[in-house]
C-alpha cells in the first residue's frame, strides 16, 4: 500500500505536524543526552536516569507522600487563586471599563500595583499572612492583574455602533451593561485568563518553595535539589512542564471554544 | 428577499394616529455646532422640514456634510445644538425603538442568533418570550431569512446582514425608520436586490423613512422626496419631489435627466459623486 501525503486532507496535516513535533523532541532528549555526557557532572543526569527518576517519584512518591498528592496540592492551590482572581477581576474590569470617574479613580492604584512581579508578593504573603493562603495568594496577584486588565480593555473595545444600535432599540444603562458590553468582553476576558494562567502556575512553583512545610510541587523540587537528587530534580522539571502545558492548552480550547461561540473568530 | 405579507403598521404608543399623508414629522431649524476648546464648527444650520406619513425622503450631499450628524439627531443619539424635532408629536431627546435605525456597518450582536438579534429590542422592552418569537419570525420572513433564523451573524453575507438589520428595526413598529447609508457596504448587485426589497416592504406597509446615501442613484429610484444638502454647514439645497410610481426604471430619460441634475448641483458643491 502507498502513501501519499495530501496537503488539503485535515489527518495527513495532523499527522505531519506530530511527525514533526516528535522528531523536535526527539531532537531535543538527543541534545540533552550529548550536554549530560559532556558535562559529566551529577547535576545534569542522563535522559535515561531521569525517566528512572520519574518513574519511582510516579510509583512511590517522595518522602513517604505520593506523586498525586504533591501534584494535586499544587492544582489545588492554582485553582483557589484563579477562582479568587476571577470574582474579583471580572466584575471589576466590567465596571472599571463602564465608569470613567471610577476607572480614573482605580487607575492609579493599579498602576502602581501592577508592576510588582508576583514573586515579590511571596515572602510576603507566605511569612507575614501564612503557609497555607501565602502561595494561593501569589498565584491569584499573578493571575489577578493580567485578567483585569483584559477585561477593562475588552469593555473599552467594544464596537460604538454595537451601543448606539442598542440605544435606539431601546436600552437602558443596565441593558448596556448586561446585552451588549459584558457579552463582548467575554473573548477579551478569555485571553486575560488564558494569559493569567500561564503567569499564575510560574508563580505557584516558585511561591511553594517559600513555603517549608507545604505539599506542592515547588516545595517537591526544591527539597530534592537541596539533597541533591538531581535525577528526581529533572524528573519534576518534566513535571512541571506537563502540568504548565496542560493548564495553557485548556485555557487555549476554552478560548477559541468561547471566541466561536460568541461569534468572533 | 423581502417577501411575505405585512400587516398595516400601528404605532404601539401615541394616542393620536396618523394617516398615511399627513404630516408626521417634523424638523424646525436644527442646527449643530461642534465645540472643540475654543473653535467651533457649524455642522448643520437651519435644517426644516416636514414629513409625511409613509413617505420616503432620502437625504443626499457632498461626502461629510453632516448628513448622518442629522439622522443621529432624530435618532435621539446626537443632542441638536438649537432647533427641535418631533416624530408622531414625541420630541426625539433620547433614543428609542419608536426610531428605528439601520446602520452601514449592520451593527448586529455577533454573539445572538439571527432571530435573537431581531428580538432584543423586545427582550429589552420586556415582551414575553412567546409573543417574541413569534413577531421576530414573523419579520424574519418578510426579509426572507426564514432558513436562516438560527444561524451566527458570521455565517451570513453582507446583504443577509442588512436584512438582519432591517428587521430588527421594523420588528418594534417604529414610527420611523432611521437608514444610515444602509446599502453602502454591499456590492453593486447586492445593492440592487436591496433596494427592490426596500420597495416591496414600501408597497406593503405606510412605513416612513428617511434614508441616507451618498448613492445619487439610489436616491432617485427610491425616494419620494430628495433633500439636496450644501456642503458644511449644511443648509438645504434644494428639495425634489418625484412622484414617478416604483419600481423605477433606472434607463427612462426622466431618471437619468434628474440623476444628472442632482449630480451637477452636487458637483457645484466642489465634491464628487460616485
Not at chain 1, 133 to 159: E, Q, S
Not at chain 1, 181 to 205: F, H, Q, R, T
Not at chain 2, 144 to 154: P, Q, S, T, V, Y
Request: aromatic share 10%.
Amino acid at each position: 500500500m502507498s502513501f501519499k501525503y495530501d496537503k488539503n486532507n485535515k489527518y495527513h496535516r495532523l499527522g505531519k505536524n506530530a511527525l514533526i513535533v516528535v522528531v523536535s523532541l526527539t531532537v531535543f532528549v538527543l541534545a540533552w543526552w550529548v550536554v549530560s555526557i559532556l558535562a559529566h557532572s551529577t547535576v545534569i543526569p542522563t535522559p535515561i536516569k531521569t525517566f528512572d527518576a520519574l518513574i519511582s517519584f510516579l510509583q512511590d512518591g517522595y518522602l513517604g507522600i505520593s506523586a498525586g498528592r504533591y501534584i494535586s496540592a499544587s492544582l489545588t492551590l492554582f485553582l483557589k487563586g484563579f477562582l479568587l482572581a476571577f470574582v474579583l477581576a471580572v466584575p471589576l474590569g466590567l465596571i472599571l471599563g463602564f465608569s470613567k470617574s471610577l476607572n480614573t479613580f482605580v487607575t492609579p492604584i493599579i498602576e502602581v500595583l501592577r508592576p510588582i512581579a508576583p514573586m515579590a508578593w511571596a515572602p510576603v504573603f507566605i511569612y507575614g499572612i501564612s503557609y497555607d493562603t501565602g502561595p494561593m495568594l501569589v498565584v491569584f496577584i499573578g493571575i489577578f492583574f493580567p485578567l483585569l486588565t483584559n477585561v477593562i480593555f475588552g469593555v473599552k473595545k467594544i464596537d460604538p455602533s454595537l451601543v448606539d444600535a442598542a440605544l435606539t432599540l431601546g436600552a437602558s444603562k443596565f441593558h448596556l451593561f448586561t446585552k451588549v458590553m459584558a457579552p463582548s468582553a467575554i473573548p477579551y476576558i478569555m485571553n486575560g485568563i488564558k494569559v493569567g494562567l500561564g503567569v499564575g502556575w510560574m508563580c505557584i512553583v516558585a511561591a511553594e518553595m517559600y513555603n517549608p512545610r507545604g505539599f506542592g510541587v515547588g516545595y517537591c523540587i526544591s527539597d530534592m535539589c537541596f539533597n541533591g537528587l538531581w535525577p528526581s530534580t529533572f524528573a519534576m522539571l518534566i513535571i512541571i512542564a506537563a502540568l504548565g502545558i496542560l493548564t495553557t492548552s485548556l485555557a487555549e480550547y476554552l478560548q477559541k471554544y468561547v471566541s466561536k461561540r460568541m461569534g468572533v473568530e | 428577499m423581502f417577501d411575505g405579507s405585512n400587516k398595516e403598521q400601528t404605532s404601539d404608543k401615541g394616542s393620536v394616529s396618523y394617516a398615511e399623508g399627513e404630516d408626521f414629522i417634523h424638523i424646525e431649524n436644527l442646527s449643530k455646532i461642534y465645540k472643540r476648546d475654543d473653535s467651533e464648527t457649524v455642522a448643520i444650520e437651519d435644517f426644516s422640514i416636514n414629513i409625511k406619513k409613509g413617505e420616503l425622503i432620502s437625504i443626499v450631499g457632498p461626502s461629510g456634510c453632516g448628513k448622518t450628524t442629522i439622522l443621529r439627531m432624530i435618532a435621539g443619539l446626537l443632542e441638536p445644538t438649537s432647533g427641535t424635532i418631533t416624530v408622531a408629536g414625541h420630541p426625539c431627546d433620547k433614543p428609542g425603538p419608536d426610531r428605528g435605525m439601520v446602520f452601514q456597518d449592520f451593527a448586529l450582536m455577533p454573539w445572538r442568533s439571527v432571530i435573537k438579534n431581531v428580538e432584543l429590542g423586545m427582550e429589552m422592552a420586556g415582551v414575553p418570550k412567546e409573543e417574541r418569537r413569534k413577531r421576530a419570525e414573523e419579520y424574519i420572513s418578510i426579509v426572507g431569512l426564514e432558513k436562516f433564523k438560527d444561524a451566527r451573524i458570521n455565517e451570513l453575507s453582507g446583504g443577509m446582514k442588512q436584512r438582519v438589520g432591517i428587521a430588527r428595526a421594523l420588528v418594534n413598529h417604529p414610527d420611523v425608520l432611521l437608514m444610515d447609508e444602509p446599502f453602502g457596504a454591499l456590492d453593486a448587485q447586492t445593492r440592487n436586490l436591496m433596494q427592490a426589497g426596500l420597495i416591496k416592504i414600501l408597497d406593503k406597509t405606510d412605513q416612513t423613512i428617511i434614508f441616507i446615501t451618498h448613492s445619487v442613484d439610489e436616491a432617485v429610484y427610491l425616494s419620494d422626496r430628495i433633500v439636496v444638502l450644501t456642503k458644511r454647514p449644511a443648509k438645504i439645497k434644494e428639495i425634489i419631489e418625484i412622484p414617478w410610481p416604483r419600481p423605477r426604471d433606472r434607463a427612462s430619460p426622466d431618471f437619468t435627466a434628474l440623476r444628472k441634475h442632482i449630480l451637477d448641483e452636487l458637483e457645484k458643491e466642489n465634491v464628487l459623486d460616485d
